[in-house]
C-alpha cells in the first residue's frame, strides 16, 4: 500500500470504523471530493492530494494529536478486520472506483456535534452517524 492509500485507510478507520460500510465509504468520498476541488482550482488549501487533505491540520479530528484516535489509528495493523475493510476501500478510491454517496459533500460532522460553521447551512447527506455538507465556505476559502 502507498502512502496516500495508507492515510487514507487509516482516516477512514479513526473517522468511521463504528459505520457501515456505505459511511465508511462516504468518509473517503468526502476526500475525494475535495481532491476534485483541488484540481479544478490547481492549488487549494487544504491540499492538492490524497495525503495532504487527510493530514490538513484540523479537517480530521483522527489526525489531531489530541484526539483519542491519533494513538489508535497509528497502532492499528494489518491483521484488524475493520482496517482491512478500510484499506480496500482507500485503494477503490483511489482508483476512482468508488461511488459518492454523499452528494459531492467536503465536510462532516457526527450527529452528536454541532460545529459552528453549520450555523445556517443545510446538509446535503444523512449517512450511519455523519451528517454531511457540500455548500460549506470557510474563511480559509475566502480569501
Not at 3 to 18: Q, S
Not at 38 to 43: A, D, H, L, M, Y
Not at 48 to 55: K, Y
Request: net charge positive; proline share 2%.
Amino acid at each position: 500500500m502507498n502512502i496516500e492509500t495508507d492515510v487514507l485507510a487509516k482516516t477512514i478507520y479513526g473517522e468511521a470504523r463504528g459505520e457501515t460500510l456505505l459511511g465508511m465509504e462516504s468518509v473517503a468520498s468526502v476526500v475525494l471530493n475535495r481532491l476534485e476541488i483541488s484540481k479544478r482550482f490547481k492549488k487549494y488549501w487544504w491540499g492538492n492530494t490524497i495525503e495532504e487533505i487527510c493530514l490538513k491540520s484540523k479537517q480530521f479530528s483522527c489526525w489531531n494529536k489530541n484526539d483519542v484516535n491519533f494513538a489508535i489509528i497509528n497502532r492499528v495493523d494489518e491483521n484488524n478486520p475493520i482496517f482491512c475493510i478500510c484499506k480496500r476501500i482507500s485503494k477503490r478510491a483511489a482508483a476512482g472506483l468508488l461511488a459518492d454517496n454523499t452528494n459531492r459533500a467536503t465536510h462532516y460532522h457526527t450527529k452528536k456535534a454541532r460545529p459552528s460553521w453549520t450555523i445556517g447551512k443545510i446538509p446535503c447527506a444523512e449517512i450511519g452517524d455523519h451528517i454531511f455538507y457540500n455548500n460549506i465556505e470557510t474563511l480559509h476559502e475566502k480569501k
